[in-house]
């Protein structure tokens, strides 16, 4: 019993490390992204929309990684693998 609590603990550590610093990464990426759209948007205007267009795709491929660690996190959060591994090997 001890062994699935120890499991339950160093899973939400787990999960936090995961969405924090997916976040963290996300939004560094996207401003720096973004300091780098608004630098090439002054210097050739004549750019703005093909360069705005990439920006949006590459924001929503940075967001998608955060997203999916979100997922993760929230798959070990309510519906833990490990402990039903865990379970039904204690159980047998």
Not at 23 to 47: D, H, T, W
Request: net charge negative; aromatic share 6%; charged share 10%.
């Amino acid at each position: 019993m001890e062994f699935i609590a120890n499991v339950q603990g160093l899973t939400a550590i787990a999960i936090g490390m995961m969405v924090g610093l997916g976040a963290i990464g996300a939004c560094l990426g996207i401003a720096l992204m973004g300091s780098k759209f608004l630098e090439s948007a002054a210097r050739q205007p004549e750019l703005v929309p093909m360069l705005q267009g990439r920006m949006f795709l590459l924001a929503g491929l940075i967001d998608a990684a955060f997203i999916i660690a979100l997922a993760v996190g929230l798959l070990f959060a309510f519906g833990n693998p490990l402990l039903g591994a865990l379970q039904t090997a204690a159980g047998a």
